[in-house]
């Protein structure tokens, strides 16, 4: 089973960029669906964004597109997501996750793995 951590949470200003990292050990991401979930007290957690095997393959939910970005380096075992023009309702608990399968879902019950968590402020 593949182990990812994730990386490069913070606090930000809304406005702001942050950049988070999804790595990999164990096992190649290249042959997984990638996701980015988020989960605010309180809140269920969500589903961000998600890449396919094919880095062209990606889907943003509404509330991120045109600000988020997820992308992959398969070379590195790492996967991204930029975060632009942040707002505070972006604060929250960020993970990663891998799911097998060819499409990108954003069902939480098809994701096998999961990272730890990194956290994301962003302050008005």
């Known amino acids: 089973q593949v182990q990812l951590v994730e990386s490069g949470g913070g606090v930000a200003q809304a406005g702001g960029s942050l950049r988070l990292s999804c790595e990999a050990s164990?096992?190649?991401?290249?042959?997984?669906?990638i996701g980015w979930f988020r989960q605010s007290p309180g809140k269920e957690r969500e589903f961000v964004a998600g890449?396919?095997?094919?880095?062209?393959?990606?889907y943003h939910t509404d509330s991120v597109k045109g600000r988020f970005t997820i992308s992959r380096e398969n070379g590195k075992n790492t996967v991204y997501l930029q975060m632009n023009r942040l707002k505070p309702e972006d604060t929250g608990v960020y993970y990663c996750?891998?799911?097998?399968?060819?499409?990108?879902?954003?069902?939480?019950?098809?994701?096998?793995?999961w990272g730890q968590g990194t956290q994301v402020t962003v302050s008005s």
């Open positions: 164990g096992r190649t991401l290249s042959r997984s669906i």
């Open positions: 996750a891998a799911a097998t399968g060819y499409r990108i879902t954003s069902d939480r019950r098809s994701y096998t793995s």
């Open positions: 890449i396919g095997w094919n880095p062209g393959q990606t």
